[in-house]
Structure formats: structure tokens, C-alpha cells
């Protein structure tokens, strides 16, 4: 633009702001407000009351497993949801126009809308019960029901839709035009998605698996269903949240608390530590 | 030497859009410019020979091979789309290594390679640059360097000076110019621009949804289009209806009788460029000769780099388009002379596609 426009636009766009202030800063501040009462506040007092009692809760033995446990079970669904499936159909959604799209989008968003219960009760009735491929599995040895597989299938159907979503959003961001040159140039499809794609949303994938990582660690509902423990080695382990729900219910809300606060310490912890490895790889800034 | 690049009745149905049926030719080494307005489908034919699209009848040919089925990356055809799509996740020599990595070409090869074509095109000091922030001009030279170092048969330029600021725009036009004879390539080169048409083309396309309606050498189609789209679309502003009975006399209107050279016969459109049309003040003066319009009135004077654009009612009803360089006013009263050798005539019934 030319500095002089440049220089108006700003002008005018300072005499609108000026005109409405008021009401702006109104609307802010209450959203600021609910904001803080819905989130920080309960967050703020389950750290500040928490957090003297993290030393003493990550001593617990059968908590530190509930941990370990939930640890490897996101992981590996956060590993499914990048490689088996989610970036392929990320990929589909963002660039290919198809009858039926909206239903396969409709399904894709089926794991946020329907109620976590059911779909512990869902991943039964299809890897473990008389129907469909659940006598085939038992056949062959395979188990749902309180193993890690389970675990990690429940959880991974339900986080998923993160990585997809956020994934999808990255890639149409990069100009299909940029594709087509490179195919132009001589790149084959998949060399063209390693030389030009992925350099540019490996980051929003990385952002992507973090969040659905994050989703499965939270998740409770299912688990209740399909790994209510999870046999673990030759221990019986509960995943964090139910061993949390355990707590509750069984000792009160203090011994909750105490737990509470450790695995948000400890998902944050991981949280910072994975940002950081993420902002080192590459100095790009191709964030999504 | 034959075509290098020819459609035969090529039909590409997408999903809001069908191109086609088009059948045509570009010849070895030429500049070809297809020119239409926007939406008239010629992003999708230079997609549609590069392989992007898929032709759903009909076949895309290169040097006598068919390659309707083959997929962009086998098929010797470099594009540079609108916005150049510059890989900037990498650095210039990056994007100019990028098409000789799929070649099988050693190093210390791509890199004398890459040194040449940067030379040529004025960048290798932008070489080891990151590929962002280049201003326009650069990125345009940049997409060029990374398109023509692959050393391809046909080159795809879409809108390629759109994005540009006039004094690079001139600067481009003379190196655009040159390519097809300096890299022994076929170049076609689509805008809606008929100025940067006109002083690139060694053949002109013109389209229009979805065909190419007239094709030709330069001179022809802006000075004798044979239909009224391209006339309107290539600058004539005065497409006035008219009538002739056999001979050299065509009537606009009922009322304004010009002479013509040559003979024509019904009824026909009558295609005059406002520079064509010279303006005099109207000081009574008898001024006798062919087609010297009298009793013109100044409706309206709008500015331009090249003049003034003058709107003159001439007659009852009828309004012509002129160009001077004197500075009229409204209400001024000024003679049209037009040189019979600048009418030109499309007849109705050729004018079908309008």
C-alpha cells in the first residue's frame, strides 16, 4: 500500500475507534470477566491448593502407573491419529471437492458431538462383544476390554477429530497453486507432499498431536466403558482420571485435589517441554 | 516443424465450468498470448496442457505425442502461475534447484546450471537469499529462473505481469520477449491485458466462456476482428449498427452516412477505435471531404494518460467515443473526421457470437 493511504486508513481507522470506545470495552471486560470466573478461577484454586500436595501425590506409586499408563496410551493414539489416519483425510478435506464431502465432515465431527459413554459402549459392541468383527478378535486372542488396545482405540476415536481439523486447516492454507508447479517441475504427488507440504504444516501437525494427546490424557467417559483399568504389565491400573474419579468418590474432594493438581502439573510440564522441542526444529515460522 | 503444442477438440468439464471444445494449435518457438476476460477459462486451458486438469474428451498433443494422460510431472511443460507460487520455505537457489533434482543431474551440473539461468535472468545475487520478502519483480524472475532452467519444451505463463508495477512491467516485456528464441521454447502467455497482448504475441487467442472465437496474427485481430466480442473486448468503443444497400456507403442510424472502403451489403456493425477518430474545433469553417462529421457536441471529457477521452453526440441519437489531445470542454462544438480506411465492418450474420 502506499505509505500516504497507509498513513489515512490508520487515521480513520483511530477516529472509529475513538467514536466506539466505550461499548468496545465494555463488551471486553465482561468477556474478560466470565472468561477469568469460568477458567482461571477454578484453575488458579486447583493449583494454589494443589500444589504443596503435588510432591506428596507424585510419591504415590499406583498413581505414578495411572500416570504411565495414560502417558503411553495417548501417545499411541496421538501416533495413530498422524500416521495411520488423520493426515491423509486432512489432506483429502482440504483439497479435493467430492460428493458426499459434507457427510464425510459430518462424520468427522461425530467423536466432539456424541456423548463419550457411548462411545466406550460403541468400541465394545464392535471389538468385543457376539457382533460384527468382536468373535474374530476373540479368536485370535485379541482383547478389548481393559487392555491398552482398548484404551488406545477409545481414545483414539474420540481425539482424532483435533488433529484432522487442525491439520486441514494448515494445508489449505498453502496455495494449491505451489502443487501444481511442483508436479509441473517433475515432483511426483508423494514428493511433492514431502518437499512442499510437509515442510509447511509439520508444525500444525506437531500442534494437532499435542492436542489430541491432550484429549485422551482428559479423557474419562469412555474409559469407564472399555478400560475402566487397564491391565498393565501384571498390574491391574487405572488411567489417571478414572484413578481420580476413584479418589473422589472413595476418599473426598481433598485427596482429589491433591491428584488434580499433580497430572495438570505434570501434562503442563509436558506440554512446555514438547513447545520448546517444537520451536527449536527449524526456524521457520509455517504455523498453521 | 509441425504444432508444437495442439488441442484437438479438447473438453474439460469441471464442476461450475466446461472448457471447450477447442481446437487449436501453437507453434515451435512462437509467443502465443491468449487474452479473454476474466472467467473466460484461460487459467483452466494453460492448466488443462500442463497436466493439472485432466481433459475429459478430446487430446492435449506436444510434439506429436499425445499426452492426455500423462500426468503433469512427465510431460515437459513448465508453469508459472499467477502469484509465481515461490517455494519460500526454501532459499532462491532452492527454488531453482528444485525441478533439476527430479532430473538425475549431478551437482556441480544443477549448480552451473542454476549460476547461468540466474545470470540470464539478473537474480544470482538473490540466490542464496530465503525466498521471502522478494519484491515482485524478483519473484517473477525467480518463478521464470525455476521454470526455464528445467529446459522444458512449453512454457506457461499465467497473468505473469498482473502482479507488477508499470516500470518493471516494461522492463519484464522486453525479457519476455525474448524467451521463445533464446531457449528454443514454445511460450503461452494468458492475460485480459490487450496492451501487454500487443506488444508480446506473435499470435493473438481470443476467448470467451469456455473457446477460444478468433485466432490470429496480431495486426489482424486488433485492427479486423471478425466478431463483435473481440472488437468490444480489444478496445474498439464505437460498435455502432448500421446498414449498407451494395457499395462503399454505410448509414448509422438513419442519419450518418460514412463511406467505407471496399464494398459490403445488409446489415453489419460498424467498428471504430476512439484514436482513429480525429477531433477538430467545429469553427464553421467549410471543411469538405469524406466522412467529416459536423455538429458534434462535447457530452463529456474523461482524462487519460494517452488524452482526453471524448463522449461527442453527433446527429440525433448517436454517440462516438474519441480520442483527443486537446483539452475540450463540455458543450464545445467540435467535427469528427474519420479516414475511411479506419472503419471496419463485421457483417451481422458473422457476428453471431456476440
Redesign the interface.
Known amino acids: 500500500m502506499h505509505p500516504y493511504s497507509q498513513a489515512r486508513a490508520k487515521g480513520v481507522n483511530g477516529m472509529n475507534s475513538l467514536k466506539i470506545n466505550i461499548p468496545i470495552i465494555l463488551i471486553l471486560l465482561i468477556s474478560i470477566f466470565i472468561f477469568s470466573i469460568l477458567i482461571i478461577y477454578p484453575l488458579a484454586l486447583l493449583i494454589v491448593l494443589g500444589f504443596p500436595m503435588i510432591p506428596k501425590a507424585l510419591s504415590v506409586i499406583s498413581f505414578l502407573q495411572a500416570i504411565e499408563v495414560t502417558v503411553v496410551m495417548s501417545t499411541l493414539s496421538a501416533i495413530i491419529a498422524i500416521i495411520m489416519g488423520g493426515t491423509p483425510i486432512a489432506y483429502v478435506m482440504a483439497r479435493y471437492?467430492f460428493h458426499l464431502k459434507s457427510v464425510v465432515d459430518a462424520i468427522i465431527d461425530i467423536p466432539i458431538m456424541i456423548p463419550h459413554i457411548i462411545v466406550g459402549i460403541m468400541v465394545v459392541l464392535a471389538f468385543a462383544s457376539y457382533y460384527g468383527l468382536g468373535p474374530f478378535l476373540k479368536a485370535h486372542g485379541i482383547n478389548f476390554i481393559n487392555t491398552l488396545w482398548g484404551a488406545t482405540t477409545a481414545v483414539a476415536f474420540l481425539s482424532s477429530t483435533y488433529y484432522i481439523r487442525v491439520v486441514e486447516a494448515s494445508i489449505r492454507m498453502i496455495?494449491p497453486?505451489?502443487e501444481?508447479?511442483?508436479?509441473?517441475?517433475?515432483?511426483?504427488p508423494l514428493?511433492v507432499f514431502t518437499?512442499?507440504i510437509l515442510?509447511?504444516i509439520w508444525r500444525s501437525m506437531a500442534t494437532g498431536a499435542i492436542l489430541s494427546w491432550a484429549r485422551s490424557v482428559s479423557e474419562a467417559g469412555a474409559l469407564f466403558i472399555v478400560a475402566y483399568y487397564v491391565l498393565f504389565g501384571k498390574n491391574l491400573v487405572y488411567p489417571a482420571s478414572v484413578y481420580i474419579y476413584e479418589s473422589y468418590v472413595g476418599i473426598g474432594l481433598v485427596n482429589a485435589v491433591e491428584f488434580s493438581a499433580a497430572l495438570v502439573a505434570v501434562m503442563l510440564v509436558i506440554f512446555i517441554i514438547y513447545r520448546v522441542l517444537v520451536s527449536l526444529g527449524g526456524g521457520?515460522a509455517?504455523y498453521g | 516443424m509441425p504444432g508444437m503444442v495442439e488441442l484437438r477438440s479438447v473438453v474439460v468439464r469441471l464442476?461450475y465450468f466446461t472448457l471447450g471444445p477447442i481446437s487449436t494449435a501453437f507453434d515451435r518457438e512462437t509467443y502465443n498470448v491468449i487474452l479473454g476476460p476474466t472467467g473466460s477459462g484461460k487459467s483452466t486451458l494453460l492448466?488443462t496442457i500442463?497436466?493439472?486438469y485432466r481433459v475429459s474428451e478430446g487430446s492435449v498433443v506436444i510434439d506429436g505425442i499425445d499426452v492426455s494422460r500423462e500426468?503433469?510431472?512427465t510431460?515437459n511443460?513448465?508453469?508459472?502461475?499467477?502469484?509465481y507460487?515461490i517455494?519460500d520455505?526454501m532459499t532462491v537457489y532452492e527454488n531453482i534447484e528444485?525441478?533439476l533434482?527430479?532430473?538425475g543431474i549431478p551437482k556441480p551440473e544443477r549448480r552451473r546450471l542454476i549460476m547461468e539461468i540466474a545470470k540470464d535472468l539478473g537474480i544470482d545475487y538473490l540466490l542464496s537469499r530465503r525466498a521471502v520478502n522478494l519484491s515482485g519483480g524478483e519473484q517473477q524472475r525467480v518463478?521464470l529462473a525455476?521454470?526455464l532452467v528445467?529446459k522444458p519444451k512449453v512454457l506457461l505463463l499465467d497473468e505473469p505481469l498482473s502482479m507488477l508495477d508499470r516500470e518493471t512491467r516494461d522492463r519484464i516485456i522486453l525479457m519476455l520477449r525474448e524467451l521463445p528464441k533464446k531457449y528454443g521454447i514454445t511460450v503461452i502467455h494468458v492475460t485480459h491485458d490487450w496492451d501487454e497482448a500487443y506488444s508480446l504475441a506473435d499470435r493473438v487467442y481470443i476467448m470467451n466462456e469456455g473457446r477460444i472465437i478468433e485466432e490470429g496474427e496480431p495486426e489482424q485481430v486488433f485492427n479486423r476482428p471478425r466478431s463483435v466480442f473481440t472488437a468490444r473486448f480489444l478496445g474498439f468503443q464505437n460498435i455502432i449498427r448500421g446498414s449498407a444497400r451494395g457499395g462503399n456507403l454505410v448509414v448509422l442510424n438513419d442519419e450518418v452516412k460514412l463511406s467505407i472502403n471496399g464494398e459490403v451489403d445488409g446489415d453489419v456493425y460498424v467498428c471504430i477505435r476512439p484514436e482513429w477518430i480525429r477531433v477538430m474545433v467545429d469553427n464553421g469553417v467549410n471543411l469538405e471531404g469524406q466522412n467529416v462529421l459536423r455538429g458534434g457536441i462535447v457530452n463529456e471529457v474523461i482524462r487519460s494518460r494517452i488524452g482526453f477521452q471524448l463522449l461527442v453526440s453527433v446527429g440525433r441519437v448517436l454517440v462516438l467515443t474519441a480520442l483527443s489531445t486537446t483539452a475540450f470542454k463540455p458543450g464545445d462544438r467540435v467535427l469528427l473526421i474519420i479516414p475511411s480506411e479506419n472503419i471496419h465492418i463485421i457483417k451481422i450474420d458473422n457476428a453471431a457470437s456476440v
Open positions: 471437492d496455495s497453486e505451489m501444481a508447479v511442483a508436479r509441473t517441475l517433475g515432483a511426483s514428493r518437499s512442499i515442510p509447511r521457520n509455517w | 464442476r492448466k500442463a497436466g493439472i500426468p503433469p510431472e510431460r511443460v513448465s508453469y508459472v502461475p499467477q502469484g507460487a517455494f520455505h528444485y525441478g533434482r527430479f532430473k518463478a525455476r521454470a528445467i
